[in-house]
Nanobody
Framework: QVQLVESGGGLVQPGGSLRLSCAAS????????MGWYRQAPGKQRELAAA???????VYADSVKGRFTISRDNAKNTVYLQMSSLKPEDTAVYYC????????????????WGQGTQVTVSS
């Protein structure tokens, strides 16, 4: 099947930077959208950034100008470059990719990574 593996989380001081990566593997036929969600303690999961296969990119207002999403389609990988981090960015970050497999030709399903913790604290 399909597996998404995330990396790059950790502890960083306010104003610092981190880069998250999420690589998909398995019997992948095609990938549509890729994105990053985050969930802070006691809060609902929210979209941080997303990128379509056609190049359309959306950001949450709270991260605009500080986060950059990018994708390497040859590697089935999506990245999230986070700069000027704030304590309120502390959350578990989840990647998601909308993938069509050889077994589901004609339809896309959303797959999720296991989540990676990002903590912004001095």
């Amino acid at each position: 099947q399909v597996q998404l593996v995330e990396s790059g989380g950790g502890l960083v001081q306010p104003g610092g930077s981190l880069r998250l990566s999420c690589a998909a593997s398995g019997s992948i036929f095609s990938i549509n959208a890729m994105g990053w969600y985050r969930q802070a303690p006691g809060k609902q999961r929210e979209l941080a950034a997303a990128a379509s296969s056609g190049g359309r990119i959306v950001y949450a207002d709270s991260v605009k100008g500080r986060f950059t999403i990018s994708r390497d389609n040859a590697k089935n990988t999506v990245y999230l470059q986070m700069s000027s981090l704030k304590p309120e960015d502390t959350a578990v970050y989840y990647c998601t990719q909308r993938i069509q497999t050889a077994q589901t030709a004609g339809s896309f399903n959303d797959y999720w990574g296991q989540g990676t913790q990002v903590t912004v604290s001095s």
